[in-house]
């Protein structure tokens, strides 16, 4: 006999008592359309999903021309959701599509059937008498090494604005036993990896795989941008000084230094690299690597997220709020959403980043935007960690129409940043350079795991002139410094209406100073 | 808003030290009274909850033990001495009175706000009831006292240290400033679930579990109180005082108090208070519980600075007043002595204890409390203590007796076991969500099994409770350690002395199939619903004497335990396992558990998992893609109703093994991080000759394109063979055959392609159209077909090639038998 009493709080409930989720919350809001708690922890070996219901472990998504959702799980089975819209979300369908996949890590609707990348192969799954299952798993592509170590994760296919399709492939990790034998015999520098591990690559209407570029340690995220050009994000660890976006190009090389090992092969981008520095600040190290290109964004590691995942442009004009063209990019660890704002400086992609959600059920690792505008979330922490008190499930993040007080854009400018606000800003407190923060600094380019801030540095604020339309802030600011993160805290600055910043902070990767005022 | 906040604060403080610094004569007296009175006063007007009065300093152990003399005078007055740390002054060569000493204050500057230390320092018991620490400024003439107020609390806002860097990663996520990302309702929750209100107060509203109460209370619901003590059970039937908070939203911000319940031993060397093993977002939330419930929580401390001269009269006078004797600050390494234990008066009427003067501090005690201390210094001399006296007494240090009940004392008292849950609510009983007894529990686990209890790192051993054990220092915990095994009798004998017979393992396996599969995991699986202790490792853990003992009768060490005794009157309940032999069977569970990693599970176990995990096709075949040690990291396994089953590798295009009977565990596919390979379940596995179906020097001649449904869920594979498309078509035909039909179509005509029937070490003709290789494999094509093809001998290897010129389109058809 045992009863869940509801627990009743009479304690005065005060405003700020949940701190900044709560605050998120009044301007995007959350609705939970399934998500369950395995049975065990989420790093245990006997791993177990919720002991009822489809374990939805979502690993891929796309909306259909009729408005369903299909989503991947990581299982190995896609399925079309129904009624995914409704609020409450009390009447949603399932129907399993697919099934037999081997760990899909993307979904995508191609010319009226379903592509998804396995871990061999990218497969077009074909409806051909349309009763919602699967009848035909066409091998589209396949050839990339498969050493049957666990990393050696496959991601994609999406689509750039040329209609091409992308895909990524995660580097192995130690790789032991059976699995040395699949490895590239003859790799460039001694590198043990499977072909075109740590490789972007795009994939030809013929099923040919072109490589494109290469240095990727944890992919998982892939999208394009609104002028249609694709990025990746990448996840901290060796190589990798902490999570990045960036611009997939032919002939750039990233972090990881073992994906050189597939450098000789056929296709290849990248060629006569003889020596890989290991040790060295980024800049150093980037004139000792010409290859070497820096990542568009970096998001500090702890202060914007600890594995950035999925890549959502949103396409929207104005049903998720004032962030139209903006990319959205997915955090696994801490459960969250990050933003992106770009912009290109002798046409090289750079920008900042700035904190945008948290308080997600789980690790965030797929990102949709519905017809609505709303952003449908992906969800799965299995074999990791993250905050949240689900395993695994699907919410939806809904725009309540107001409007949160946010630096939207930050563009560089040759003597200083530009901001602009989401909404008019009290010309006092924005106009005083005592209302902001500024640090800045770089990483070390290295073999070993994550890097910390290195050659820190307080570049000085001289003056803040605020626009006329009071939207803007121009930041002149002595001290800044090339291929250096930019971090700013705007603390001080407050709305008209004299609220303060939903989130006082922006991170600016600043590859290139802009010679010349735009 | 918790920027404005901050905000506020900083000025607060800061026009405050200014009007001070400017009132440096004897006018600035009324001014700090004005400032200081009406505060205590503002602070806990907002507070909900009924404030708990200690008149006394409240030492847990002496409250509910030594003032109901339940235990010896002599523990008593010892633990009254060490936890108001009178030694910290009054020298003393007795291990026992060594005093638990204060928090460090090498940080108090950003960790406390000045305003509430200003107040403490005012009267400490006013703003903490039942605090260990004594007035030290009470002798004071008035304008002298707050004079020394504003001049300590000024030194101590210098002490400054910037909050530890909290190392995140894939198993610790830290958000940026997590502690202004607490959630007030999940702090509530944890606040009451996890073990904090072992000691603190529970909020009067908060609605537990409704569980079934302890036979013990409901005994005691019917009793009076002249009952209840002639039965003894006047301990069991107390409510057991709480350890006051004070004003925790005056004292502490948002991040310090966050900070402190995640390491508390790094300002609380002495672990009175433990950690609880919170995650970063844990201690924000239990923190903005705290401090949201009577206030606004600030998410900072704000520092200002003071002028040297009231810093410098700060630290000579933090010497003075013997603060330094309890206290660690930076730059400070004086210490005050007073007159030695050894040599005080106990008798004289003026005492700290008592009607202090000079420059005496004052505690504030009871007589009960003054006579147990008193008791001490007139008492005998210390005699030598047992091993089970160290232990108790540490344990009534530490407070283990909140949780733990040990040879009659202490565990959680009446009134608060509602807050002791299982996860999720079932119902194990007392014993599945109380904290254990530690009777015997030096007897049970060796040594460094012990110490593990207590370390940061070790995992939860009772997983199904919502308590937590805390974590302690190893130099807190040293003595408990080490006394225990001693004070409870341990016996070390090693395997080989307790145990008899070998090989038992298998023998082992039946037995806890029988019984302790029912409460127990395994490594991790169970039984659908069991929660229990995990019996992996228990044999790393526990002594095999002890387990030897428990195992044959629960009840004799461990007092109302749910665990059944196997063996009823010494006789075992299965008489037909190793001719009933009592001795014999225990071993075996023994031998089993010791090697479990690499034992099977318990057979009810693993067919409990296979329902969940095992492909088991019925109607339609079923499919999975996989990671298989024969068919590689490309493999398409296909299981059939029919108990036939094939896997087909997609990277050599070929046809790799087939075997009969069970066919896949998915569960490392589906769900295991690391992709172990599956590996066939069934038997009479036959594996193919490495190569292709078609004979080719080029293996990129072959390309592989997928598969289709048929509408009978049979899948035909697809690849391309040079300018040939081949759809294979795979089914199971009568008497557990795979049929396997190709269907060829080339796109130039008259294509001459050489199809490899059959390839192995030795082919042996044993049909008119069949050749049958070493494993008993057998091929059979169409007579008119075989009667083509002959057989090649090439390296170490036999092949039956038959030469074939596809026009348009051709269909083959081979048939697997073995």
């Known amino acids: 006999m045992v009863t869940r009493l509801l627990i009743t709080l009479l304690l005065p409930m005060l405003v700020c008592s949940n701190g900044r989720g709560a605050e998120e919350n009044d301007y995007y809001r959350l609705i939970s359309i399934s998500t369950a708690s395995a049975a065990t922890d989420s790093r245990s070996k006997n791993w177990k999903p919720a002991p009822d219901g489809l374990a939805l472990e979502i690993s891929g998504m796309d909306f259909l021309d009729d408005g369903r959702l299909a989503v991947a799980i990581r299982k190995g089975e896609v399925w079309i959701l129904d009624g995914v819209y409704d609020d409450p979300p009390s009447d949603v369908t399932y129907k399993r599509f697919a099934s037999a996949l081997h760990e899909p890590l993307g979904l995508l609707q191609y010319d009226g059937d379903l592509l998804t990348v396995q871990r061999s192969e990218l497969t077009r799954l074909r409806d051909l008498d349309r009763d919602d299952v699967a009848d035909e798993y066409l091998t589209i592509a396949k050839g990339w090494g498969v050493t049957g170590h666990y990393h050696e994760y496959a991601y994609g296919p999406k689509l750039d604005g040329d209609g091409k399709l992308w895909i990524t492939l995660n580097i192995g990790l130690g790789l032991k036993g059976a699995e040395l034998k699949r490895t590239l015999a003859d790799a460039a520098l001694g590198y043990r990896q499977g072909r075109w591990r740590g490789w972007g690559m795009i994939v030809t209407p013929e099923g040919k795989l072109v490589p494109v570029c290469a240095g990727m340690r944890s992919p998982s995220g892939l999208g394009a941008n609104a002028d249609g050009d694709m990025f990746y994000t990448d996840q901290q660890g060796n190589w990798v000084a902490t999570n990045s976006l960036h611009h997939m190009r032919p002939g750039v090389f990233f972090h990881h230094a073992e994906a050189l090992a597939s450098m000789n092969e056929p296709g290849s981008t990248i060629h006569e690299v003889e020596k890989v520095p290991d040790g060295l600040p980024l800049p150093q190290a980037m004139a000792e690597f010409k290859q070497l290109r820096p990542p568009a964004v970096w998001f500090p590691y702890k202060k914007m997220g600890q594995s950035a995942t999925d890549i959502m442009l949103d396409e929207s004009a104005g049903k998720f709020g004032p962030f139209t063209g903006q990319l959205f990019v997915g955090e696994f660890t801490q459960a969250g959403i990050n933003r992106v704002f770009l912009e290109k400086v002798d046409g090289e992609y750079q920008g900042a980043c700035f904190p945008f959600r948290l308080g997600l059920a789980s690790a965030v690792l797929r990102m949709a935007q519905g017809a609505d505008g709303s952003m449908f979330v992906g969800l799965t922490n299995r074999g990791w960690s993250s905050l949240g008190d689900a395993s695994y499930g699907l919410q939806r993040l809904v725009w309540t129409g107001k409007t949160p007080f946010e630096i939207k854009e930050m563009k560089a400018r040759p003597d200083g940043f530009e901001l602009e606000f989401t909404l008019p800003v009290d010309p006092q407190s924005a106009g005083d350079v005592n209302s902001y923060r500024m640090t800045s600094y770089t990483y070390l380019y290295h073999s070993t795991y994550g890097s910390d801030e290195i050659e820190t540095a307080t570049p000085a604020i001289t003056s803040a002139e605020v626009s006329k339309d009071r939207y803007r802030v121009r930041l002149h600011i002595d001290g800044l410094r090339e291929l250096f993160l930019h971090e700013l805290n705007a603390t001080g600055v407050q709305s008209t209406s004299g609220e303060p910043l939903l989130h006082p902070e922006a991170y600016y990767t600043l590859n290139r100073i802009p010679k010349t005022k735009n | ?818």
């Open chain 2, 1 to 818: 808003m918790i920027h404005a906040v901050a905000v506020q604060q900083g000025e607060y403080s800061l026009s405050l030290l200014t009007r001070l610094k400017t009132w440096r004569s004897a006018d600035w007296l009324p001014l700090v009274c004005a400032v200081i009175c009406p505060i205590p006063v503002v602070g806990q007007s907002n507070n909900p909850l009924p404030p708990f009065v200690a008149d006394t300093a409240m030492v847990s152990g002496f409250e509910r033990f030594g003032s109901h003399a339940e235990i010896p005078e002599r523990q008593a007055g010892s633990l009254l001495i060490s936890e108001l740390s009178c030694t910290a002054c009054h020298a003393s060569d007795d291990e026992w009175l060594e005093p638990k000493r204060g928090p460090r204050l090498n940080g108090v500057g950003n960790v406390v706000q000045q305003d509430w230390l200003r107040r403490y320092l005012a009267d400490p018991h006013q703003v903490k009831s039942g605090t260990t620490m004594p007035h030290l400024l009470v002798l004071l003439p008035d304008a002298e006292r707050a004079e020394a107020i504003e001049a300590l609390v000024a030194f101590l806002n210098t002490q400054r240290e910037p909050f530890p860097e909290l190392k995140a990663g894939g198993v610790n996520p830290v958000v940026h400033e997590f502690w202004k990302r607490g959630d007030q309702e999940r702090g509530t929750r944890l606040y009451h679930s996890i073990g904090c209100v072992a000691c603190h107060e529970p909020d009067a509203d908060y609605e537990t579990v409704e569980s079934k109460p302890s036979a013990i209370d409901e005994l005691i619901e019917q009793l009076d109180q002249e009952e209840i003590v002639e039965l003894g059970l006047a301990a069991a039937a107390r409510r057991v005082k709480s350890v006051p908070h004070g004003d925790l939203t005056g004292k502490y911000s948002l991040r310090s108090l966050a900070m402190m319940l995640l390491d508390p031993a790094r300002v609380r060397p002495n672990s009175r208070m433990p950690s609880l093993r919170l995650t970063p977002q844990e201690a924000a939330d239990i923190a903005t519980y705290l401090l949201a419930r009577s206030g606004t929580p600030v998410s900072d401390v704000v520092p200002v600075t003071p002028t040297q001269a009231l810093v410098d009269r700060g630290r000579d006078l933090f010497v003075e007043l013997r603060c330094s004797n309890c206290h660690e600050v930076t730059g400070i390494k004086n210490y005050k002595p007073a007159k030695p234990l050894a040599e005080l008066d106990f008798a004289v009427r003026s005492s700290c204890l008592e009607e202090p003067s000079a420059d005496m501090a004052r505690y504030r005690l009871d007589e009960m409390q003054r006579t147990a201390i008193r008791f001490v210094k007139n008492g005998e001399e210390p005699r030598d203590r047992s091993d089970a006296d160290e232990v108790s007494f540490r344990m009534l240090q530490l407070n283990c007796f909140g949780c733990h009940e040990r040879d009659g004392l202490g565990g959680v008292g009446r009134f608060r076991k509602p807050y002791f849950e299982t996860v999720g609510n079932v119902d194990l009983g007392d014993e599945g969500r109380l904290p254990p007894s530690l009777g015997n529990v030096g007897r049970k686990l060796r040594p460094q099994a012990l110490a593990a209890v207590f370390q940061p790192k070790s995992p939860p051993h009772r997983r199904y409770m919502t308590i937590r054990m805390p974590s302690y220092p190893t130099s807190v915990v040293e003595l408990l350690i080490s006394h225990l095994p001693v004070a409870d009798g341990v016996d070390k004998s090693d395997e080989l002395q307790v145990f008899t017979g070998s090989k038992l393992a298998e023998a082992g396996r039946d037995m806890v199939n029988t019984g302790c599969v029912q409460c127990h995991p395994f490594r991790g699986e169970s039984l659908p619903g069991v929660v229990g202790i995990d019996l992996n490792e228990v044999t790393s853990r526990v002594y095999p004497r002890w387990f030897y003992d428990f195992i044959h009768n629960p009840n004799d060490l461990k007092n109302r335990t749910r665990m059944p005794s196997f063996f009823p009157n010494g006789r075992s309940n299965r008489p037909d396992l190793l001719d009933g032999n009592v001795a014999l069977q225990i071993s075996a569970i023994w031998a089993y558990l010791k090697n479990l990693e690499h034992e099977p599970l318990p057979e009810k176990i693993e067919t409990a998992r296979s329902a969940n995990y095992e492909l088991v096709p019925t109607d339609k075949p079923i499919v999975l893609r996989t990671f298989m040690n024969v068919a590689g990291t490309h493999a398409i396994a296909v299981g059939f109703p029919q108990g036939v089953h094939y896997a087909f590798d997609a990277e050599q295009v070929r046809m790799a093994i087939a075997w009969k009977g069970r066919f896949l565990d998915a569960r490392g596919t589906w769900f295991e991080r690391f992709t172990p390979p599956a590996n066939p379940l069934g038997e009479h596995e036959v594996m193919f000759s490495p190569g292709h179906l078609f004979v080719s020097d080029d293996p990129r001649e072959f390309q592989f394109g997928g598969y289709r449904l048929e509408a009978n869920g049979v899948p035909t594979l697809l690849y391309r063979y040079g300018n040939c498309s081949i759809a294979d078509h795979i089914e199971v035909a009568d008497e557990g055959t795979l049929k396997r039909t190709l269907k060829i179509v080339a796109s130039t005509f008259g294509e001459d392609v050489v199809l490899r029937a059959h390839a192995g070490r030795k082919l042996i003709a044993s049909g008119p159209s069949t050749y049958t290789d070493e494993q008993g494999l057998s091929v059979t094509l169409p007579e008119n077909m075989a009667s083509t093809g002959s057989l090649q001998q090439s390296d170490d290897e036999q092949e039956w090639l038959i030469p074939l010129k596809v026009d348009g389109s051709t269909t083959v058809v081979l048939e697997y038998q073995w």
